[in-house]
């Protein structure tokens, strides 16, 4: 937790909120951030300053989510969950760190949006009567026009 988020709850003030859905608020004290070197230009710049930033979040120790919404996010976004239940997204697309540190969170925010959202069921249609027969037709059409192109034969005229 940062010195800010510290001081923040020693003066009583809760610990402010990232608002994924209506019903879904994660506290920031639940994030972590990582910073490392960014690849890519920037010339000296780049071997000297860490822009890269990681945000981690551990779906597993979460208590603002439910049993319910873990699994839903663990299924959706497992490509980007490792062992220990920890989801990471990283941003190096700018060359300051506040920059990608926004970046991240708006990601992060954007993916938990997609894993929570319920899943709506696709409903099995039949394919009408007319759509069949208008494809039947065109099979016809084709097929004819592809007989008329054929030479007669001769053969067996003489």
């Known amino acids: ?31 972590r951030f990582i910073t490392s070197r960014s690849s890519g230009p920037g010339g000296q710049h780049v071997n000297t300053a860490d822009t890269r930033v990681t945000l ?16 839903a996010i663990k299924g959706k976004l497992r490509r980007r969950i ?32 997609w894993a929570v959202e319920p899943v709506i069921p696709r409903k099995a249609t039949k394919v009408p009567k007319s759509a069949k027969r208008k494809r039947l037709d065109r099979k016809k ?5 592809k007989k008329n192109r054929k030479l007669p034969d001769f053969s067996g005229e003489y």
Request: net charge positive.
């Open 56 to 71: 981690l979040f551990n779906v597993d120790t979460s208590p603002s989510l439910t049993e319910l919404q873990k699994v």
């Open 141 to 145: 059409k084709v097929s004819d026009r």
């Open 1 to 31: 937790m940062s010195k800010t988020l510290q001081a923040l709850f020693r003066r009583g003030i809760p610990a402010p909120m990232l608002r994924i859905t209506d019903k879904i608020c994660i506290p920031y004290d639940e994030i």
């Open 82 to 113: 490792n062992s220990r239940g920890v989801f990471q997204v990283t941003s190096q697309k700018f060359r300051s760190q506040k920059s990608n540190k926004d970046a991240a969170i708006e990601r992060f925010i954007e993916l938990m949006r």
